[in-house]
T-cell receptor, first 116, second 113 residues
Framework: EPEVTQTPSHQVTQMGQEVILRCVPISNHLYFYWYRQILGQKVEFLVSFYNNEISEKSEIFDDQFSVERPDGSNFTLKIRSTKLEDSAMYFC??????????????FGDGTRLSIL | SQQGEEDPQALSIQEGENATMNCSYK?????LQWYRQNSGRGLVHLIL?????REKHSGRLRVTLDTSKKSSSLLITASRAADTASYFCATDQVYSGNTPLVFGKGTRLSVIA
């Protein structure tokens, strides 16, 4: 069964440094998402992306965050200047069509980001 | 206000017993989904129920939706040790602003063999 893959599985970064998290969505999916889960807390929506543009973004997704689809397969999340509070699991997800909440989202296993 | 709050926060049962988890939400929804998350892994979709549906089944899973009470329940029958995971509901709100899916904090289910 096709999977969403994320790399790296664990990223350790000094505060203030830039970090790029990578995702390969399922190949025939058109909508891509990033979520964050701080340890022990709920999964929070960050951003959705379609047709090389941001479709929706939450209040968490401020100017420090950006997303890109640099080629036909990768979908990246960049944090420009990391803060301690950015430490969390970051999940990528994809859906075949305009998901919002009317179709299942397919999640990767996440990248654990630790800011020191 | 919080959307998609599950209860209980944690549930421990013996293998073979049924597990019931509840989700409450505050605003009108289009759809509600349930996901499972094994420790250290991503979320796996279980069931999607639309606002005009009252009940859905998938294998040992049964989901109900009561839009008048703004609540949903997930029942896992004849539980197995492999069902040990966290379970989250996620709501697709009618007036959601810029957030397509809102997740609750989840219920941690432990099934003891």
């Amino acid at each position: 069964e096709p999977e969403v893959t994320q790399t790296p599985s664990h990223q350790v970064t000094q505060m203030g440094q830039e970090v790029i998290l990578r995702c390969v969505p399922i190949s025939n999916h058109l909508y891509f998402y990033w979520y964050r889960q701080i340890l022990g807390q709920k999964v929070e929506f960050l951003v959705s992306f379609y047709n090389n543009e941001i479709s929706e973004k939450s209040e968490i997704f401020d100017d420090q965050f950006s997303v890109e689809r640099p080629d036909g397969s990768n979908f990246t999340l960049k944090i420009r200047s990391t803060k301690l509070e950015d430490s969390a699991m970051y999940f990528c997800a994809s859906t075949p069509g305009q998901g919002r909440g009317n179709q299942p989202q397919h999640f990767g296993d996440g990248t654990r980001l630790s800011i020191l | 206000s919080q959307q998609g709050e599950e209860d209980p926060q944690a549930l421990s049962i013996q293998e073979g017993e049924n597990a019931t988890m509840n989700c409450s939400y505050k605003t009108s929804i289009n759809n509600l989904q349930w996901y499972r998350q094994n420790s250290g892994r991503g979320l796996v979709h279980l069931i999607l129920i639309r606002s005009n549906e009252r009940e859905k089944h998938s294998g040992r899973l049964r989901v109900t939706l009561d839009t008048s009470k703004k609540s949903s329940s997930l029942l896992i029958t004849a539980s197995r040790a492999a069902d040990t995971a966290s379970y989250f509901c996620a709501t697709d709100q009618v007036y959601s602003g810029n957030t397509p899916l809102v997740f609750g904090k989840g219920t941690r289910l432990s099934v003891i063999a």
